[in-house]
């Protein structure tokens, strides 16, 4: 699976637009971007993916460059609630269970979400 | 909207005792999972299920069970509760096309005394 770098922390005032980098350079073709946020002390929350076209849903848009060595995740319009910590996964989509299943959090980035 | 949800936000337990940990997801899903979830280790696989009554180990299966007898029910068990089992550990389901879509319950936090 390609590895992905994430600025380990980030500041955003709140009621403007998040905007969380991740580089994975060495992506393939078939790997998908993941996103996932967790918030202290609570289980890990998916949030968007994507494969090479832009995509939006009621949490956050996914904008991935061209040549898919990069990506954004954007909250729109961020509020308390989203300080949390992000990840961004890069791995091929599998319809069958194994060890495949296993998705490897690294140390994202931390967003803490300011008054 | 998905719902996985755990028996116990909050588990005490004494070393040698059993312990059992419930999950259940409401949307009809394939696969479901356990993770423990330490600080510096990130997430690690215990053990998954991709259909009833079929399991599959993780990355770290020893020390721990796991029972899936109702599609919307997945059962971590601790056999003999040990220090070291002392985590979070988070429960999840996929669905079947793509599971890295994962969605995960609260966590239950167990202290293993």
């Known amino acids: 699976d390609a590895k992905t770098t994430q600025p380990p922390s980030m500041d955003c005032a709140e009621g403007r637009a998040a905007n969380l980098p991740c580089n994975h350079s060495?992506?393939?073709?078939?790997?998908?971007v993941y996103w996932y946020r967790q918030i202290h002390s609570q289980g890990p929350q998916y949030i968007i993916h994507g494969l090479k076209n832009n995509e939006t849903n009621e949490m956050a848009s996914l904008i991935i460059t061209e040549d898919r060595k990069s990506s954004t995740l954007i909250l729109p319009h961020a509020t308390l609630r989203d300080t949390a910590v992000y990840y961004c996964?890069?791995?091929?989509?599998?319809?069958?269970?194994?060890?495949?299943?296993?998705?490897?959090f690294g140390k994202g980035t931390k967003l803490s979400v300011k008054p | 909207d998905v719902k996985v949800t755990q028996s116990s936000r909050y588990l005490v337990k004494r070393t040698g005792e059993k312990v059992f940990l419930e999950c259940v997801q409401d949307m009809d899903h394939e696969n479901m999972f356990w993770y423990r979830q330490d600080p510096g280790l990130g997430l690690r696989l215990i053990y998954f299920?991709?259909?009833?009554?079929?399991?599959e180990k993780g990355d770290i299966p020893e020390g721990y069970s796991v029972s899936r007898e109702k599609k919307e029910r997945f059962s971590l068990i601790l056999e003999s509760a040990s220090t070291n089992q002392t985590s979070m550990y988070l429960c999840?389901?996929?669905?079947?096309?793509?599971?890295?879509?994962?969605?995960f319950g609260p966590g239950t936090r167990l202290l293993v005394l």
């Open positions: 996964i890069v791995r091929v989509g599998r319809r069958y269970g194994g060890s495949q299943g296993n998705l490897i």
């Open positions: 999840a389901s996929s669905l079947y096309v793509l599971q890295e879509t994962q969605y």
């Open positions: 060495t992506i393939s073709g078939n790997e998908y």
């Open positions: 299920s991709y259909d009833v009554k079929m399991k």
